[in-house]
């Protein structure tokens, strides 16, 4: 029972992966065909961030309140209405209205079921699981480029997604009784009975600040690749928009191998070690970037941030209990989750304004600082807030 559980726990990442890349790989067909700018993909991400925020504080509550199970089926469920209505949309502003939805769906999930594997599981479950993500964020662009290469249109791609994720709610629905009796809320693997914080006191917590300030910036990488790695191609390389969207699922797929790989990597390595190395990656792929050339050398540069980025958030995450102790987990992976979703909602925008109005092809320069700043910030962290002895490897 306990590896069909797990087994559920990856089917739900699946299931929170397969929206999250389709905005920036259907953009370049959509913004034409809605009569907005190019940067108004923007406005879209911060809706769905700021749902995902809200949500994610939120995610302490409702778990407690319904169990970890029910969280997820709901949110599935949540997801899959907000993709439908996405595919009958026929208004920017609609679009909008959907957005919200389409955050609140993934924020409670996201913080729920990760505070549940980093207590309950070893690391290279953790890769493994943020591995499902990466596997339903490489279906989703593909999906996306078929439709869009078949002449469907980016409407029929988002359908055939939410047909999927309906799927996926009915599985989940159906296994809630494996849930039963099993510790979903916040406790951890010795049944640590955990205090709710209050956002002042978590801020007081050595090393909260700085770990808060690395996952935005690592948020900020990943959801500014995702949105505009094809609109770089399209625009800056000269690919095609349809080529562009199936290309683009090649930094999905430097995520979902990087963490399959991971997985057995973090037998060997601790999750601080894994992190450094996932950034020395990242700067090699953007370092590709710059290099002039082809459209194909931006391809293996966009690989190899997703190789990068593949062990920092499993990692981060499942270091939490031991940075922060099992009785501050869910509360610190809760304002960790939100941070993240702030540097999600601000920074592709950011990105976006600075591609109509400078250009695009300044984004590996901007990726670069990012990662810069989560370098610092998570230098820091190791020195404030080390590892408790007992880290399970």
């Known amino acids: 029972m306990v590896h069909m559980l797990l087994a559920i726990i990856y089917l739900a990442f699946i299931s929170l992966g397969l929206p999250d890349s389709l905005l920036g790989a259907a953009w370049p067909t959509m913004y034409p065909e809605f009569g907005v700018p190019v940067s108004y993909a923007g406005i879209i991400s911060m809706i769905i961030a700021a749902g995902t925020i809200v949500s994610s504080l939120q995610s302490d509550r409702l778990t407690r309140l319904l169990g970890t199970g029910k969280v997820t089926a709901l949110s599935v469920a949540m997801t899959a209405a907000a993709l439908f209505g996405f595919s009958f949309t026929k208004s920017f502003w609609i679009l909008c209205v959907w957005a919200v939805p389409y955050g609140l769906g993934a924020g409670s999930v996201d913080a729920a079921l990760n505070n549940y594997v980093a207590l309950h599981y070893k690391s290279r479950h953790m890769s493994w699981l943020h591995c499902m993500w990466g596997l339903g964020a490489t279906v989703g662009p593909y999906l996306m480029g078929y439709a869009l290469s078949g002449g469907q249109g980016w409407n ?64 900020a990488v990943e959801q500014t690749v995702i949105l505009w790695a094809s609109s770089y191609l399209t625009l800056y390389k000269g690919m095609s928009a349809d080529m562009a969207a199936s290309f683009a699922s090649i930094f999905f ?52 941030i997703g190789f990068g980025c593949a062990p920092i958030y499993p990692c981060i995450i499942h270091s939490t209990p031991d940075h922060f102790g099992a009785d501050k987990s869910q509360a610190v992976i809760g304002v960790q989750m939100a941070s993240a979703y702030v540097g999600t909602c601000l920074m592709p925008p950011l990105f976006g304004l600075i591609a109509n109005h400078i250009t695009v092809s300044l984004l590996p320069i901007y990726l670069l600082i990012l990662l810069a700043l989560m370098v610092i910030m998570h230098e820091r962290l190791t020195k404030k807030a080390p590892i408790l002895a007992g880290q399970r490897a």
């Open 253 to 304: 797929i430097g995520i979902t191998v990087g963490r399959a790989v991971s997985g057995f990597i973090t037998i060997k390595l601790n999750d601080t070690q894994m992190i450094r190395m996932g950034q020395a990656l990242i700067a090699i792929g953007v370092f590709i970037m710059l290099l002039p050339g082809t459209s194909m050398i931006s391809l293996v540069g966009l690989a190899f």
């Open 156 to 219: 029929i791609g988002y359908r055939y997604i939410g047909m999927i994720q309906i799927v996926l709610t009915a599985i989940l629905i159906f296994s809630l009784p494996l849930w039963k009796g099993r510790n979903t809320g916040p406790a951890g693997t010795e049944e640590v009975e955990a205090k709710a914080l209050s956002m002042k006191k978590i801020l007081e917590i050595p090393g909260a600040k700085e770990v808060m300030v690395c996952f935005f910036c690592y948020c």
